[in-house]
């Protein structure tokens, strides 16, 4: 499985978990994860294989990567994306990540 592959299943998995807690927040929620816990490197990857087309993308995780290639940063939709603010040296956190 190649590191797109790999990118593309975590995608979709993250997707179906918050369309099952939250169908009509499944997009935003999704983004607001990807955004905050994916290293920036894991985003720009997943955003050109969306460019190319999207292969195995599902409908929400193709809309939550999308909203990646805006320049806006999502404001939190979980409790954990709350809590990460990541790197705010104010509150002693350093930025979380997916990765690794």
Not at 20 to 32: F, G, I, K, L, Y
Not at 55 to 66: F, K, P
Request: proline content about 6%; cysteine-free; overall charge negative.
């Amino acid at each position: 499985m190649s590191t797109t592959d790999k990118l593309v299943y975590m995608a979709n998995q993250i997707a179906r978990e918050f369309a099952n807690q939250r169908p009509h927040e499944a997009v935003d929620a999704t983004w607001d994860h990807l955004w905050h816990f994916w290293d920036p490197r894991m985003r720009e990857m997943i955003l050109a294989h969306l460019s190319a087309g999207g292969d195995g993308l599902a409908e929400t995780a193709r809309a939550a990567v999308a909203k990646l290639g805006e320049p806006v940063e999502p404001r939190p939709r979980t409790q954990a994306t709350k809590f990460n603010r990541g790197g705010d040296p104010d509150e002693g956190r350093n930025s979380m990540s997916d990765a690794g």
